[in-house]
């Protein structure tokens, strides 16, 4: 499974991939705009900080815009993924990029038909939003098990990528389901690694040789 880490923010970025884990980032308008910094120069340092896929959202909402735009984010870098929103003209958009071989990210997908959707239009990934769907009670895991059972029984090329995450459960749970790939927060990331017994356990190992009052090469 991959990670990829939700942000803008160039010090997280540095900061996960100092971690050795992060496979590439997701950003979104809201993202960039907490950096308080102009759109495409943010996208274009991110791209030249990673190595993995980064995904860049378009701004317009017709067609002819969403065109432009994303051409203008794939010349940044060739590491570009163009994040396209599912709607008519978005989707749209997807089948031109994909024959002219620019890889796409459909975001802001909720149920099985717009993942299907998706899939038939050529998106590299579909992004379901699962911690949104969770917000207003319905159940984001449920929607990756049907998107993951739909690309299945088609063989879909298009890569699931869990986002909206909010908690290692949904990392666990997405990775049971086999989704490809978890878009997450760094604060999410950082809780993977955390267990108390491995705390315990550290520190009583270090208690208990610190009483024999020996250094490590004694
Ligand atoms: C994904 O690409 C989105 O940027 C992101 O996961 C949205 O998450 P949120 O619901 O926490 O804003």
Request: contains cysteine; negative net charge; proline residues 5%.
């Amino acid at each position: 499974m991959k990670f990829f880490l939700d942000t803008a923010d160039l010090s997280e970025i540095e900061q996960g991939l100092a971690w050795g884990m992060v496979d590439g980032i997701t950003t979104n308008p809201t993202l960039i705009a907490r950096q308080g910094k102009p759109y495409l120069p943010t996208v274009r340092a991110i791209a030249q900080l990673v190595p993995g896929p980064v995904s860049g959202e378009v701004l317009a909402t017709d067609s002819e815009g969403m065109l432009d735009e994303a051409h203008r984010l794939a010349d940044l870098a060739p590491n570009m993924v163009i994040k396209i929103p599912l709607t008519i003209a978005g989707l749209s958009v997807v089948g031109k990029l994909t024959e002219e071989g620019i890889k796409t990210n459909v975001t802001l997908c909720f149920s099985s038909a717009q993942a299907l959707l998706a899939a038939k239009a050529g998106a590299s990934y579909i992004s379901p939003f699962v911690g949104r769907l969770d917000d207003i009670g319905e159940e984001g895991m449920g929607l990756i098990a049907n998107i993951v059972q739909i690309y299945d029984n088609y063989d879909f090329s298009t890569e699931v990528l869990v986002a909206s995450i909010r908690h290692p459960m949904h990392v666990v749970e997405s990775a049971l389901l086999g989704a490809h790939v978890a878009t997450l927060p760094l604060k999410v990331l950082k809780k993977l690694y955390r267990h108390p017994l491995t705390d315990i356990g550290l520190e009583n190992f270090l208690a208990d040789w610190r009483k024999t009052g020996k250094s490590f090469s004694d």
